[in-house]
């Protein structure tokens, strides 16, 4: 278990690399942000982006399941201990179908928390594709429970 004292500011994991299936993202984008530059490769190609782009909760979804090689495995599990307290997001760049992309989270910040027994982080995920490019962040405030 990784608890609030065992994390310091500066410390960086990386997440676990994700392909951006095609397949699987339409479905995502069909259900859930039907917007032609998501769903239809036709009107896609006029859009700005010049092709198929990923739903911002796509997106996000992706940076989660990464995410889940940092903080939620077998071997590693952190003590959050409630939920996210702020949250502050970015899409610098678009996602495309092919892409391969893989969080990067960095603790900026940590306080104990006014409650005993918890305390608060502020982190930033940072997903990259293959070319290094950072193609969404985001800031996230939250707690994590402290050492007995």
């Given amino acids: 278990m990784i608890y609030f004292d065992d994390l310091e500011v500066g410390s960086a994991f990386l997440g676990g690399e994700c392909l951006v299936d095609k397949d699987e993202m339409l479905e995502y984008n069909r259900s859930y ?25 796509y997106v ?27 949250w502050h997001a970015k899409f ?5 179908p092919g892409d391969r992309v893989r969080d990067r989270l960095t603790i900026l910040n940590k306080r104990p928390s006014s409650k005993p027994g918890r305390g608060v982080l502020t ?3 940072e997903l ?6 950072v193609v ?11 050492r007995a």
């Fill in 33 to 57: 942000d039907p917007w032609p530059l998501h769903v239809d490769e036709e009107a896609a190609k006029h859009s700005p982006f010049r092709g198929l782009v990923a739903s911002g909760g």
């Fill in 123 to 125: 982190v930033i995920h």
């Fill in 128 to 133: 990259t594709n293959q070319e290094s490019q």
């Fill in 60 to 86: 996000i979804s992706l940076m989660y399941r990464s995410s889940h090689a940092i903080y939620n495995t077998p071997q590693v599990t952190w003590a959050f201990h409630g939920g996210v307290l702020d």
């Fill in 136 to 146: 969404f962040t985001l800031e996230v405030v939250a707690m994590l429970a402290t």
């Fill in 92 to 96: 610098p760049l678009p996602v495309h």
